[in-house]
């Protein structure tokens, strides 16, 4: 009797276990759904990549479960545009390639998410565990490979699933923000885990506040000086403090430089802008900071734009979230490093005295600084195209510009109220960036009209993403500088005084067509034309093409040799 009792409790527990590892079964995911599921709950909207056989698994579970897989033309593509959605959205950038030369071509640009400081998932596909270290077709080590162009580069497995998602999401978006790499083994896809197991919550790493020893030091350096200099870098731009670093300029009568990615940061017309580092007749703004006693470098990165590549032999502050980057002949007279937020209210919070600055000076040498940018000629200049495109561009619109010669004068010559109007690449500064940058900067922001400006030989690098804004019906308007040339190593072959060689692109027609890739192609040769064309482009379904036939031969009297 005892042993019936005993095998009927045994029976009871054995069903009640078969049922419950039942529910169980139910209740377990696929890995490739639990990550796109996380992804969704972390705010991603769309993942940019090319697919490779391994990769269907997860291509399905976005497209069961409302994450839009955008297909690329190139993977050096994917990166890009995964990096500029991050910076218009705060949210994690996501970007996917398969094995070897997938993952390769990724890399171009993942590493400008990692120099231009912006918080990417880059997923690539990897052998299984068995297969590493082996001789197999397209593999090579990708660890290896993403180690010095991300923050941080793993392997996803079953078991680590959870905690390594977490950590490369909160390593991503922590100060400095930039890129993580994860490999996603070939064999993993259909794995099961627990449905508790997806991630929708991570614990950024907060900011240490600023030591308050150091930030009374910077004060009192501060309202010592008789002629500070403000130096605005990406830091500042990438943390969203134009609000209040605005309220510290409207105060002080303090000149501000920026450096390229920072413009915006305080509008061109605010009396205390004085211009951008580094691009087109930067030599005038030099004018202006040449007189400084002191520089006061806020949110400065030093990636754009070393200090000492620019800085007159002054006392330095350096405010920011991480050590100045500097040579150590240089008198860093201050250092405050942490929240750069609390920084900035600290500074609004001082009463400084008024500074020995003329405005009017300021005023009149960054009138001698724009009219430097304006070429008198007969020709058709690249100024005179870019002044024709903003007199009829919306003020809200956006312009993305490629790597060259180009991209020096719009730096300086265009004028922007808000970060994040001129989209660039200056830490990286990968050619190739110009169009699927313009592709993702629309993607986030539909009812704004985006540009390109691109060079004739950018154009040629990541041209074939003009089918996938075709494909997305997307309308972005790019436009070709055709002036034949690798114009800012022509300019620059002739400062070293050496025989222009390896610069010239073509001969003859560049298009020599009214349609490229089935986009249609405008031609113009002046203002006239630009003006009469756009409104046309602006209209077409899909991407239009702008050929800008301008005389590059100026670019020599407009690119600046010495920053000091």
């Not at 923000?177 to 490999?183: A, E, L, N, R």
């Not at 960036?433 to 313009?438: D, V």
């Not at 027609?509 to 203002?527: C, K, Q, S, T, W």
Request: hydrophobic fraction near 40%; aromatic fraction near 8%; charge should be neutral.
């Amino acid at each position: 009797m005892q042993n019936k009792r005993w095998r009927s409790r045994h029976i009871t527990g054995f069903n009640k276990l078969c049922a419950a590892f039942k529910k169980k079964e139910f209740i377990m995911t696929e890995l490739a759904v639990q990550l796109v599921k996380s992804l969704q709950a972390l705010g991603v909207e769309r993942v940019f990549g090319i697919p490779g056989g391994p990769s269907i698994p997860y291509i399905e579970a976005m497209r069961s479960h409302g994450i839009e897989f955008v297909l690329v033309s190139n993977e050096q593509s994917a990166g890009i545009m995964a990096d500029v959605c991050a910076r218009l959205t705060g949210i994690p950038g996501v970007c996917h390639a398969t094995y070897g030369p997938g993952a390769t071509n990724l890399s171009t640009g993942v590493a400008g998410a990692f120099l231009d400081r912006s918080p990417l998932l880059a997923f690539t596909t990897e052998v299984k565990a068995r297969d590493k270290g082996r001789k197999v077709q397209m593999n090579i080590d990708h660890q290896a490979l993403y180690q010095p162009i991300t923050k941080w580069t793993t392997r996803l497995s079953r078991e680590n699933f959870q905690e390594t998602l977490e950590k490369a999401v909160r390593i991503a978006v922590s100060e400095v923000s930039g890129p993580v790499h994860i490999g996603l083994p070939s064999d993993i896809a259909a794995e099961s885990l627990d449905s508790d197991t997806f991630v929708d919550t991570f614990a950024k790493v907060p900011m240490q506040s600023p030591n308050p020893l150091f930030l009374k030091a910077a004060s009192k350096i501060i309202k010592n000086a008789k002629k500070p200099i403000l130096a605005i870098g990406l830091t500042a731009v990438r943390l969203g403090l134009q609000q209040a670093i605005r309220e510290f300029v409207d105060n002080n009568n303090i000149p501000v430089v920026v450096t390229p990615m920072a413009k915006g940061i305080i509008p061109d017309q605010h009396p205390c802008y004085a211009g951008v580092l580094f691009h087109c007749q930067s030599e005038i703004v030099a004018n202006v900071y040449r007189s400084a006693d002191l520089v006061i470098g806020l949110g400065y990165d030093p990636i754009e734009f070393n200090y000492e590549s620019w800085m007159p032999e002054v006392p330095l502050i350096h405010i920011d979230t991480e050590e100045a980057d500097i040579l150590p002949e240089y008198d860093v007279a201050c250092e405050v490093t942490g929240s750069l937020g609390v920084s900035v209210a600290f500074l609004n919070s001082l009463i400084l005295p008024e500074y020995d600055w003329d405005p009017e000076k300021i005023k009149a040498n960054k009138h001698r600084m724009y009219e430097a940018l304006l070429p008198r000629t007969n020709t058709f200049t690249p100024s005179d195209f870019l002044v024709a495109l903003q007199e009829i561009m919306p003020t809200t619109g956006i312009i993305t510009t490629d790597v060259g010669a180009h991209l020096h004068l719009i730096g300086q010559l265009w004028r922007q109220e808000e970060p994040n109007q001129i989209i660039m690449t200056n830490g990286w500064s990968s050619m190739g960036f110009g169009i699927p940058s313009a592709i993702a900067a629309k993607i986030c922001n539909p009812d704004k009209t985006v540009v390109c400006v691109t060079g004739d030989g950018g154009f040629l690098m990541n041209c074939g993403e003009l089918l996938t804004a075709r494909r997305l019906g997307i309308n972005v308007v790019i436009v070709v500088m055709r002036d034949r040339e690798l114009s800012l190593i022509k300019v620059k072959q002739k400062w070293e005084n050496i025989e222009k060689y390896g610069t010239s692109l073509y001969e003859g027609e560049y298009f020599a067509a009214d349609r490229f890739l089935g986009v249609p192609i405008f031609r113009v040769e002046n203002a006239n034309e630009l003006k009469e064309s756009l409104p046309k482009v602006l209209s077409t379904r899909g991407p239009a093409i702008i050929e800008a036939c301008v005389d590059g031969a100026v670019y020599k009297n407009l690119i600046t040799r010495s920053y000091k």
